[in-house]
């Protein structure tokens, strides 16, 4: 994720006034997402009865959140 964020990151500072405002906002929405999870994977890696089922639900819904954050950011350069 933080890759991407990056990429995009370099993408909005290339941007107009309108549309780099756009993006940022687009990006922190993806930046709060990226620290939930990631709160998320250190809460579960901290518990001692690991439930890998319920982490499959988080990171599934987390990368689908991010695919479509990405792709929201994608089409505002079309």
Do not use: H, P
Not at 29 to 35: E, I, L, N, S, T
Not at 49 to 68: D, G, H, I, R, T
């Amino acid at each position: 994720m933080d890759d991407q964020i990056r990429v995009w990151e370099a993408k909005a500072d290339s941007a107009n006034a309108e549309a780099k405002a756009k993006y940022n906002e687009q990006l922190a929405d993806m930046k709060a997402k990226r620290d939930e999870v990631k709160a998320k994977y250190d809460e579960m890696a901290d518990e001692a009865e690991y439930k890998w089922e319920n982490a499959k639900q988080v990171f599934s819904s987390a990368s689908e959140y991010f695919k479509k954050g990405v792709n929201k950011l994608k089409s505002m350069f079309d």
